[in-house]
C-alpha cells in the first residue's frame, strides 16, 4: 500500500517535473534596456549626455555594452564603451543606468567675413537635420559561444530608438573681434606716445 | 604742441573705452521689455523597457555536425527537432518584463568561414521561425537566407512569449574540408521598428 503511494508521488513529481521543464525552457544570460526618451532636441556644437538602463531579469548574470548605431556615430564624440556587470534577476524597477555622451557638429552653415570663421552670422533658414538612429545594449558575457567544430555562434541584443534633432542657434553678425582688434591698436598708439613724450620731457631736462 | 598730445591721447583712449563698451554690449545686449509671464509645468515620463534571451541550446551556437558526402543540401541543426513533440529548442525568450511587443531581428556578420578563409555563402545558410513548434513548424518550406543585415525574424512577440527557430545549411558538392564558422546575432526591438544596421 505504502510503495503504490510512493510510486504515484514519484510519479507526479516526475510529471510536474516534465511540464516545467517543457513550459520552461532554459534560457541563457539576456539583457534588457529601459528608456524614457526617444527624441532630444540639442543645439549644434553643445556637449549632451543621455542616460539609458539596463537590466537582466533572468537567472544568469550578464555583462552588458552599450553601442550607438552608425548613423549616429557620426555625431558622437565620446561613448562610455566599458562593459557593465548585470547580476541575475535584476528587474527593470532596479535597471542599472548607463550613460553615454556626445557632442553635436555644426551642421547649418554660417555666413562669415573672415577665413569662413571669422566674424559669422548665423540666420537659421534650413531645415532641422535629424540624425535618427539606435542605442544598443549587447551581451558580451561569452562573447561568441559556441563550438569550433563547424557552425555559428550566436549573440543577443535588444535596442532603443534615438532621434537626434539638431537645432540651428540664430545670431547676428558679432563684431566683437574687430572692436578688439581696434582697442589693441589705439593701445599701442597710446603706450608709443606716452613713451615718445617722456623721452622728449628727457631731453629737455637734460638741455636745461 | 603738449596740446595736441593731450587731445590725441584723450582720442585714443576714448576709442579704446567705446570698443570695451561695444564688445560688451554685443556680447551681453540685453534689451528687455520688462514684459513677465507666469507658467506652470506639466511632465510625463513615458517609459518603455524590453528583455529578451537566447534559450540555452541557442546560446550554445548553431552546429551542423560532421557532414560526409557532398553535396548535401538542408542538413539540420543539432537541435532542430529534440524538443516535445519533435519540436525545435532553438528559440528567443521575450522577458514578462518587458511593457511592449516585441519585433526580434537576425543577421549573420560574414558566410561561413573556415580557418584557411574557404567559405560557404550566406545563401546556403538558412532558417524559418514560427511562434510555436511540433514537427512540421517552423517549416522548412518558409525558409530565408540569412543576411549580413538585420531582417525581422519574428513579428510582434508578446511578454512572456517565444519564438521559435530552425537552421538548415546547404554544401555545395566541390566545397574544400574544414570548419566553418560565423556568428548570428539575434536582435529585440519595439515591434513596427526598423532593425536598424
Redesign the interface.
Known amino acids: 500500500m505504502i510503495e503504490k503511494k510512493v510510486v504515484k508521488n514519484l510519479k507526479i513529481f516526475s510529471l510536474a517535473l516534465a511540464l516545467i521543464l ?1 513550459v520552461l ?12 526618451k526617444e527624441t532630444s532636441l540639442i543645439p549644434e556644437n553643445t556637449k549632451t549626455c543621455l542616460t539609458y ?1 539596463v ?4 537567472p544568469e548574470d550578464s555583462t552588458v555594452e552599450i553601442a550607438l ?3 549616429l556615430m557620426e555625431i558622437v564624440s565620446y561613448i562610455q564603451s566599458e562593459s557593465v556587470f548585470v547580476p541575475k534577476d535584476t ?2 524597477k532596479n ?1 542599472i543606468p548607463i550613460e553615454f555622451c556626445f557632442k553635436t557638429p555644426n551642421v547649418y552653415e554660417k555666413d562669415c567675413f573672415l577665413f569662413n570663421k571669422l566674424l559669422c552670422k548665423q540666420d537659421c533658414i534650413e531645415n532641422m537635420r535629424i540624425y535618427e ?2 542605442v ?1 545594449v549587447l551581451e558580451v558575457g561569452d562573447q ?18 534615438l532621434r537626434v534633432k539638431v537645432q540651428c542657434v540664430a545670431h547676428t553678425r ?3 573681434l574687430i ?2 582688434l ?2 589693441v591698436a ?2 599701442i ?2 603706450i608709443i ?2 613713451i615718445q ?1 617722456r623721452k622728449k620731457k628727457d631731453k629737455s631736462k637734460v638741455r636745461k | 604742441m603738449t596740446f595736441k ?1 593731450e587731445i ?2 584723450t582720442v ?2 576714448l ?2 573705452l567705446l ?2 563698451f ?2 560688451f554690449f ?2 551681453h545686449a540685453i534689451i528687455s521689455g520688462k514684459a513677465t509671464s507666469v507658467f506652470a509645468t506639466s511632465n510625463v ?20 555536425g ?1 557532414v560526409a558526402t557532398l553535396p548535401a543540401i538542408n542538413i539540420n ?1 543539432t537541435h532542430n527537432y529534440d524538443g ?1 513533440s519533435t519540436g525545435s ?1 532553438f ?3 521575450v ?5 511592449t511587443a516585441i519585433d526580434l531581428c537576425s543577421k ?1 556578420n560574414t558566410h ?1 568561414t573556415s580557418p584557411s578563409l574557404d567559405t560557404i555563402g550566406l545563401a546556403n ?1 538558412t532558417y524559418s521561425n514560427s511562434t510555436s513548434t511540433d514537427a512540421t513548424l517552423p517549416a522548412l518550406g518558409s525558409d530565408v537566407s540569412l543576411t549580413t543585415s538585420y531582417v525581422k525574424s519574428g513579428d510582434a512577440i508578446a511578454a512572456g512569449g ?1 519564438n521559435y527557430y530552425r ?1 538548415w545549411l546547404d554544401i555545395p558538392a566541390a566545397q574544400p574540408s ?13 515591434t513596427t ?1 526598423a532593425c ?2
Open positions: 517543457i525552457p532554459f534560457v541563457s544570460a539576456g539583457v534588457g534596456i529601459s528608456w524614457d538602463k537590466y537582466n531579469p533572468w548605431s552608425d548613423n528587474s527593470s535597471a538612429g539606435e544598443e561568441v559561444k559556441g563550438s569550433g567544430a563547424g557552425g555559428s555562434a550566436t549573440a543577443v541584443s535588444v535596442s532603443a530608438p558679432n563684431y566683437s572692436y578688439i581696434i582697442a589705439a593701445g598708439f597710446l606716445n606716452l613724450r | 598730445f590725441y591721447n585714443l583712449i576709442v579704446i570698443c570695451l561695444f564688445v554685443q556680447n515620463s513615458v517609459q518603455n523597457y524590453l528583455s529578451i534571451a537566447l534559450c540555452t541550446n541557442l546560446s550554445t551556437g548553431i552546429l551542423f560532421d541543426a516535445t529548442t528559440c528567443v525568450n522577458s514578462l518584463d518587458s511593457n549573420a561561413l545558410e517565444l537552421f574544414g570548419d566553418y564558422n560565423n556568428t548570428v546575432y539575434f536582435k529585440g526591438v519595439t521598428l536598424g544596421s
